[in-house]
């Protein structure tokens, strides 16, 4: 897996009325974690849509490199794509084949043919054996949850996207998902990247080491672990703060 | 060429699982070739030998427009969309695997078809076979190309089931056109040369490369 | 992966050639209404023959109006300057009015050159100017049931893309496999023109060809000012804060 690198200069995105991003500047370097906070309409979404190789900014500088080196190999956005893991609210599945099957796709879509240990070992990972050969539509919620996030990983990413992952999830689940998602955030030796969209809080300071506040499409702070802002209660404050105009304290 | 494989494989393999678009293909198809048969209820059978082409014609587009209109639909649920728009290299690899198990499963719809025209119609399909699937499959690489494309579009909005007819349609009237002539001239026995073949190919090659280099630009978000 | 930058204003831009182009339709009408009024009558068809001096010059408009569409749409696609398909849009828009225009003087046309009842010939022409107005709407269909402006414009752009292919497409197919279905081509009758009709049949092409212009950069022009306009409000209520 080889480590990413992303960097935004002043990225718009903005079509006639709506401006989802009005010129925000980032930067998330290899195996940093950070969360994308805000309100709905903040601009989360659009951000992370960028960071995945999925749209194209309309203004601004986005750039992905491919090594630890930051004047290193420039991506090109297809090339961004293949190191890129995705986990949304809904699963990406295909009810009518089995947990394997769906594995095998999402691997044979990043261009992969893993082999059937290889297979095997991820299954094993998310507690998946049993079921390997049933259809992803007699899932339970839980086992869904995990067949996604093993979808998502089965290519080896080194960018991880999660795109408000917990929406409807109660309490225990929630529970469950976080675990599962810290795992893979730390594995790869912390080669790899996280990117954490969410409007809860707790979420984000118990996956991500930074925090970007976004508000209409611009950044409004950005707390680092460390800081006294870097915490639930601070950051909901910080979010609500936020939201009626007032500048949070970065 | 990987990817295209994959969704070739994917979609045959959900298809025979599920096997939604084949029924809804065939049982409208079916019902088409009645709905013809007692809208010319006094007409002549050499009449109807005439208009045989064009109500076959008919009935394999609008049967198309069906299973087209259906192509992204396992990709609606759990919003598997985004997994294919998150696929890296050229998106048009996509396409053509989507391209490919439609054209397949359009084809066996219209085999169905054609054994109950014979039969309700008594025309002789065994005159001029050859040259009647040389047409047909080519005139299928052209609806399935542009129709997978269009389909790509028409289910992001609403109203798709309205949209994608009225996308599609136009586009197909030079398919229809020429698949016509050449049907009327192989069930009529005559040898199907490259002459009859040339504009439906001409036409599939066009649309096959278009939609190959316009997906691209589909499936972003 | 930069970005595109934002293009100037383009209503500014297109200010001046807007005004020249104005001008120039503003002095070739009255010379393209004199031609027509002192062109001789048709022997046979009388005053109705002089729809023949509106109908094919209608033409420009209609098919560049779709060729304007497509390559605008091809530029956005490839740069992404919402001003290219603003541009698309004039394009579709003034098109399809020319194209509505063509399927109503040709039918008049039609009636006056054959007597009652012959309100529709499929003829080359005529045939493939309806194709193209089906595609219009189909093209202006997509853009308002696609949801999200940014991904109506590029859907806009795939189609106009495909459609300007079909022009061709349907020429050649008709073409080959017309003689089966049309009797007629109205090309040929209108070859056929007698003395004096030469003149006014240039000047209406000139006439409509700077007609057709105008209004596409004064739509165009009217698109980029709405943009702009919904931009600053846009930025303007961003500003604002929320009520608590």
Redesign the interface.
């Known amino acids: 897996m080889s480590p990413v690198r992303l960097r935004g200069e002043g990225?718009?995105k903005?079509?006639?009325?709506?401006?989802a991003l009005?010129g925000i500047d980032f930067e998330i370097a290899p195996g940093e974690s950070v969360a994308i906070l805000g309100a709905n309409g903040a601009g989360k979404s659009s951000l992370l849509?960028i960071l995945?190789?999925?749209?194209?900014?309309?203004?601004?500088?986005?750039?992905?490199s491919g090594s630890e080196d930051p004047d290193g190999s420039?991506?090109?956005?297809?090339?961004?794509?293949?190191r890129?893991g995705?986990v949304?609210h809904?699963?990406?599945?295909?009810?009518?084949?089995t947990a394997r099957?769906n594995l095998v796709?999402?691997a044979?879509?990043?261009?992969q043919?893993p082999t059937r240990d290889a297979l095997d070992a991820v299954l094993e990972e998310f507690a998946l054996a049993d079921v390997a050969e049933r259809?992803a539509d007699t899932f339970s919620r839980g086992m869904a949850q995990r067949l996604a996030i093993a979808?998502a990983v089965v290519h080896a990413p080194s960018l991880l996207l999660l795109d408000e992952p917990f929406t409807g999830l109660d309490e225990a689940s929630g529970e469950r998902l976080q675990s599962r998602l810290e795992a893979q955030r730390d594995d790869a030796g912390g080669a790899r990247s996280l990117v954490l969209v969410t409007h809860d809080p707790r979420r984000a300071v118990a996956l991500a080491d930074r925090a970007i506040l976004l508000h209409?499409?611009?950044v409004r702070a950005t707390p680092a672990r460390g800081d006294a802002a870097f915490d639930a209660e601070a950051l909901r404050e910080a979010l609500v703060a936020v939201?009626?105009?007032a500048e949070a304290a970065a | 060429m990987n990817t295209a494989l994959a969704l070739l494989w994917k979609d045959l393999v959900t298809e025979w699982r599920s096997r939604d678009r084949i029924v809804a293909m065939t049982v409208f198809s079916f019902l088409v070739v009645i709905v013809f048969q007692f809208a010319f209820p006094d007409t002549e059978q050499d009449e109807l030998t005439r208009l045989a082409p064009g109500l076959i014609w008919v009935t394999y587009v609008f049967a198309a427009v069906i299973g087209l209109g259906r192509t992204f639909a396992t990709e609606l649920e759990n919003e598997a969309m985004t997994a294919l728009a998150l696929a890296p290299g050229t998106r048009g690899w996509i396409f053509l695997g989507k391209a490919a198990a439609t054209w397949v499963l359009i084809g066996l719809v219209q085999v169905l078809t054609a054994l109950v025209f014979a039969l309700f119609y008594r025309v002789d399909l065994s005159v001029g076979l050859g040259g009647s699937v040389a047409i047909v499959a080519c005139a299928n690489v052209a609806i399935c190309s542009v129709g997978t494309l269009l389909s790509a579009m028409s289910v992001r909005s609403r109203f798709r089931e309205v949209l994608l007819p009225v996308l599609l349609i136009p586009t197909l009237i030079p398919v229809l056109a020429a698949a016509v002539r050449g049907t009327t001239y192989s069930l009529a026995g005559e040898t199907v040369g490259i002459d009859l073949l040339q504009p439906l190919i001409v036409i599939g090659g066009i649309y096959l490369v278009l939609s190959f280099l316009l997906f691209e630009y589909v499936l972003d978000e | 992966m930069t970005a595109p930058t934002p293009s100037p204003m383009t209503t500014d831009r297109l200010e001046k050639p807007l005004r020249a182009l104005g001008w120039i339709v503003v002095a070739l009408l009255p010379v393209w209404g004199w031609t027509v009024v002192q062109a001789p009558l048709d022997a046979f068809q009388g005053v109705m023959q002089k729809i023949l001096y509106v109908h094919p010059p209608l033409a420009y408009g209609a098919y560049l109006g779709f060729v304007a569409t497509a390559i605008a749409g091809g530029l956005f696609l490839w740069r992404g300057r919402e001003s290219h398909d603003q541009l698309a849009i004039a394009g579709a828009e003034v098109g399809t009015l020319f194209c509505l225009l063509m399927l109503i003087t040709g039918p008049i046309w039609a009636r006056g050159a054959w007597g009652p009842g012959n309100w529709w010939v499929w003829d080359a022409r005529l045939t493939l100017t309806l194709l193209l107005f089906f595609v219009y709407v189909a093209y202006l269909l997509l853009r308002s049931f696609t949801e999200g402006d940014e991904r109506a414009a590029r859907f806009a752009s795939i189609y106009g893309i495909l459609g300007v292919v079909l022009i061709p497409l349907n020429y050649w197919i008709i073409d080959l496999v017309g003689g089966a279905i049309h009797p007629d081509n109205l090309a040929k009758e209108s070859s056929g023109l007698g003395e004096g009709m030469g003149l006014p049949f240039f000047v209406g092409n000139l006439t409509l060809f700077f007609v057709f212009a105008y209004l596409l950069v004064l739509r165009w022009r009217v698109g980029a000012m709405r943009a702009e306009t919904d931009r600053l409000e846009s930025d303007r209520m961003a500003e604002a804060p929320e009520m608590a």
């Open positions: 990225v718009e903005r079509y006639g009325r709506v401006a009005r849509k995945a190789g999925l749209s194209r900014p309309s203004g601004g500088r986005f750039d992905a420039a991506l090109r956005r297809d090339l961004l794509r293949a890129v995705y949304g809904a699963t990406l599945l295909y009810g009518e084949l099957e796709f999402a044979r879509l990043h261009g043919r259809r979808r209409r499409g611009s939201a009626r105009g």
